[in-house]
């Protein structure tokens, strides 16, 4: 089955490159293994942020999922997010390599008033701006792959990042009423 030609930018897929488990159970077994050694670090290093009660892995955490799948993530660089002809933030996609195959990839933005950029002036400013969007992408693109290792684990299967509003602050209180992954308030 083909989507659209590789030649486009389209990825094509085939029976050959949809894995196929022989044994499901032994997947299962697997991803709890995972899920165990991985509660265990977490909670041992407090790679994650407590929010409501609730735990969110930090980018720490997800970087250990991914090396237990023998998976790497590369963020790409930085591009700048213009507003009126002026740089108002970054975005960054990272990508999740397995054994040579891109399996996976995740984007998240960084504004220049997200809490990272607080204080700083200039160019220390857009340091901090690509740098949290790298580090936020490398959480995003690792939970798109590995969220049900955090689930089965007990965690969030939402990055720690995405529930932090612009001043740095863990969303708490009422969910409902705030839009955490836009950073907007519903009402």
């Known amino acids: 089955m083909t989507l659209a030609r590789q030649d486009e930018g389209q990825i094509e897929i085939s029976q050959a490159n949809l894995p196929v488990y022989e044994n499901p159970a032994e997947v299962v077994k697997r991803s709890g293994q995972w899920a165990s050694a991985l509660m265990e670090a977490v909670e041992q290093q407090k790679m ?47 990508i999740v390599w397995q054994h040579g195959k891109i399996v996976g990839q995740g984007t998240m933005s960084c504004g220049l008033d997200a809490f ?17 969007a790298q580090t936020w992408a490398i ?10 290792v955090a689930k089965l684990a ?3 299967g939402t990055t720690a990042d995405e529930m932090r509003g612009n001043d740095g602050s863990v969303f708490g209180g009422n ?10 308030s519903w009402r």
């Not at 407590?50 to 023998?70: H, T």
């Not at 959480?139 to 049900?148: D, G, H, I, Q, T």
């Not at 409902?176 to 950073?183: E, G, L, V």
């Open 175 to 184: 969910s409902a009423d705030f839009c955490p992954a836009h950073d907007q």
């Open 48 to 94: 994650y942020a407590d929010m409501s009660g609730k735990k969110y892995l930090e980018v720490e955490a997800w970087q250990l999922v991914g090396m237990f799948a023998n998976a790497d993530v590369i963020p790409g660089h930085p591009i700048p997010i213009e507003k009126d002809g002026e740089i108002i933030g970054y975005e960054c996609e990272a």
């Open 139 to 148: 959480s995003k693109a690792l939970r798109n792959k590995f969220s049900f």
């Open 116 to 132: 990272p950029c607080r204080g700083k002036q200039g160019s220390e400013k857009n340091k901090a701006a690509m740098s949290a």
């Open 154 to 156: 007990g965690f969030e």
